[in-house]
């Protein structure tokens, strides 16, 4: 069973190009977490999806990042128009339908964006 | 917003001592949970406390929760080097995890 998958590891974008991250949860996982880290600092929520819906974005910027979970597929953060302080570890989390949030949260390896 | 607060920041020990780390947060919580993340990975979860229980074992890992001071403690027996690595703690609610600033735990071997 593979855990949660991310790609790409690294991403490199010069400013005002736009960075796509893509988040394949755990096998029959249903919830989906956005997270993002700043050097030497904690994991910040950004967003919380569940299959076609966003359940609690209050975490976003509210300008130039989305979110979506499509039916099919995995589940895609975008940043448009990267600014230098977008540039941060990007975690995925997942988990299963039973429990959501208050279950444990799997984390994948993370997306390192740098942003020129 | 609640956020968890670890304490120490950076912790240096002998292997086979035993290290202590302290967490508090602000707000009510459905649970507490500790992560473990190794330099550039991800994270790992090591054990979830949940607010009406007082203290959680997981093999060399105890973790305590007091709900009137608001705090929660990790304690790992008998470290290894392959410990080394920092470590979070985190609160649920409200449908989200808030993340402390971590702990920096090196073992020496």
């Known amino acids: 069973n593979a855990g949660v998958m991310q790609n790409p590891r690294h991403l490199v974008r010069r400013r005002g190009q736009e960075a796509r991250l893509r988040c394949s949860p755990m096998?029959?996982?249903?919830?989906v977490y956005w997270y993002r880290q700043l050097p030497e600092e904690g994991l910040k929520f950004m967003v919380y999806?569940?299959?076609?819906?966003?359940?609690?974005e209050s975490g976003m910027p509210k300008e130039r990042f989305s979110a979506e979970f499509p039916k099919e597929g995995p589940s895609i953060l975008r940043i448009q128009q990267v600014v230098r302080g977008d540039s941060a570890a990007y975690f995925c989390?997942?988990?299963?339908?039973?429990?959501?949030?208050?279950?444990?949260?799997?984390f994948g390896a993370g997306t390192r964006l740098s942003v020129l | 917003s609640q956020q968890g607060e670890e304490d120490p920041q950076a912790l240096s020990i002998q292997e086979g001592e035993n290290a202590t780390m302290n967490c508090s947060y602000k707000t009510s919580i459905n649970n507490l949970q500790w992560y473990r993340q190794n330099s550039g990975r991800g994270l790992v979860h090591l054990i979830l406390?949940?607010?009406?229980?007082r203290e959680k074992h997981s093999g060399r890992l105890r973790v305590t929760l007091d709900t009137s001071k608001k705090s929660s403690s990790l304690l790992i027996t008998a470290s290894r080097a392959a410990d080394t690595a920092s470590y979070f703690c985190?609160?649920?609610?409200?449908?989200?995890?808030?993340f402390g600033k971590g702990n920096q735990v090196v073992v020496i071997p």
């Open positions: 999806l569940q299959k076609e819906n966003i359940i609690d």
């Open positions: 989390a997942s988990s299963p339908p039973s429990g959501g949030p208050k279950d444990i949260q799997y």
């Open positions: 406390i949940r607010s009406n229980e």
């Open positions: 096998k029959g996982h249903s919830h």
């Open positions: 985190a609160t649920e609610a409200n449908n989200r995890l808030a």
